[in-house]
């Protein structure tokens, strides 16, 4: 028998597709347990090989595993491959891996490009995704009209993707003060699907509407001369209760949307309120849990020289960092004080040097002057002089 050359006949045809099948059967395999390098290998074999019935599902695990082993440039290539096909099903899949490689490196245009090869496949699947995808894009553009036109198109696609983008899109609105529109994104992302992050965007939905509210009656509540944020509203008297009751939840809810600035300007505002009834209520809740003097100890009745370092702290929400540096004032003065003790060191010079140097130790901090200046009173009390016992800068001279 001679052999002859020629086309390959169908059986041959048939053949080498089923060994091309079994290949991107092996490759993904090897994917899905981690082996991206020799699964690469194999889908190259079938693309080298020119498979038409696998090329697209081989381009696309390439694409795939090349980027699952940190080989992007290359893995966005194989998707590139994979969109050229124009099989209904791996093209726009590649598009979809393609879109998003662009996008976790920054290149919008790119992705944005890509996002629209996922749409132009009609492919019903992945248009949510898509819509997703672009409204992003123009996002990122500042296109504010075309963004919302593809916002409403991925809510619309009732598909596993519709609460992530609506959790995209309240995200959005919620932090430009959107509040009725988040909530509405908010609520059609939960028709689709129960979503834990939805749940937190819409308690913050209740937030921001509780600020508004609140802030309703502080405005209200205002001394007169002050523009209110509502001009329409009536010059209303609010009891002194419920105005402090509104500076104390404003504040804190502020502070829970992580607006500390504007917490403490509003806590501000309400312990300087020119209504003393109102200014005393705040006051108090701002105090809420403060350490109370023993009444029956010497200078109860007085104020103490830590209160408005503790007021400020809880106004500005920095009671943690006081805190810290209190105890870390303590814990130095502690060893500087015990150190000679621990040595059973005898020396006067010694032993003063040591206290001096624990007693300097809240000079370094803000807080420091106004310790140093209580003991200085309370020692000219006790030694019943009417002028400073001790020198002026005591105890840092020199």
Same mark, same amino acid.
């Given at each position: ?16 597709? =089923? ?44 694409? *795939?595993?090349?980027? #699952? ?62 819509? +997703? ?10 296109? &504010? ?12 696609? @009732?598909?596993? #993707?519709? %609460? ?30 129960? +979503? ?10 209740? /937030? ?6 609140? @802030?309703?009656?502080? $405005? ?13 509203? %009536?010059?209303?008297?609010? %009891?002194? %209760? ?16 992580? $607006?500390?600035? =504007?917490?403490?300007? *509003? ?74 003790? /621990? ?19 809240? =000079? ?5 002057? &106004? ?13 019943? #002089? =009417?002028?400073? /016992? ?7 001279? @020199?």
């Amino acid at each position: 028998m001679t052999a002859t050359t020629g086309s390959s006949s169908p059986s041959d045809a048939a053949g080498d597709e =089923s060994a091309f099948a079994d290949l991107c059967d092996q490759a993904r395999d090897l994917a899905h347990n981690g082996h991206f390098a020799r699964a690469a290998q194999l889908y190259e074999k079938v693309l080298e090989g020119g498979s038409r019935e696998h090329r697209a599902a081989a381009a696309l695990g390439l694409a *795939v595993a090349r980027h #699952s082993a940190g080989q992007v440039s290359e893995a966005r290539e194989a998707a590139r491959a994979a969109m050229e096909t124009g099989h209904p099903e791996y093209a726009p899949r590649a598009a979809y891996h393609l879109a998003l490689s662009c996008e976790e490196e920054g290149l919008l245009a790119d992705a944005e490009r890509a996002w629209t090869a996922v749409l132009d496949s009609g492919h019903e699947g992945y248009a949510p995704a898509a819509h +997703h995808g672009l409204a992003r894009a123009a996002e990122e553009r500042g296109d &504010a009209d075309v963004a919302r036109g593809h916002w409403e198109r991925a809510l619309a696609g @009732g598909s596993d #993707s519709v %609460p992530d983008a609506a959790q995209d899109y309240a995200e959005r609105l919620l932090a430009r003060g959107e509040t009725e529109r988040a909530e509405a994104a908010v609520r059609r992302g939960l028709e689709a699907g129960e +979503h834990p992050g939805l749940r937190m965007l819409l308690g913050a939905v209740h /937030v921001e509407r509780a600020i508004e509210q609140f @802030g309703i009656v502080v $405005d209200t509540a205002a001394p007169r001369g002050r523009a209110v944020g509502d001009p329409s509203l %009536p010059a209303a008297d609010v %009891p002194a %209760p419920a105005a402090a009751t509104a500076y104390e939840l404003l504040a804190r809810l502020l502070a829970v949307r992580g $607006d500390q600035e =504007s917490a403490a300007q *509003v806590w501000e505002e309400g312990t300087r309120h020119t209504d003393a009834d109102v200014a005393g209520e705040v006051r108090s809740r701002l105090r809420r849990g403060f350490l109370e003097p023993d009444p029956e100890a010497e200078g109860a009745d007085e104020a103490q020289w830590w209160e408005p370092y503790l007021e400020t702290a809880e106004a500005e929400g920095s009671t943690p960092m006081l805190a810290g540096e209190l105890f870390a004032a303590l814990g130095a003065a502690h060893a500087r004080a015990a150190l000679p003790l /621990v040595e059973g060191e005898a020396r006067v010079a010694e032993l003063r040097g040591a206290l001096e140097e624990a007693v300097r130790t809240p =000079s370094e901090f803000v807080w420091g002057r &106004a310790l140093h200046d209580d003991f200085r009173e309370r020692l000219r009390k006790a030694a019943g #002089s =009417s002028e400073d /016992v001790l020198p002026e800068g005591w105890p840092d001279l @020199g």
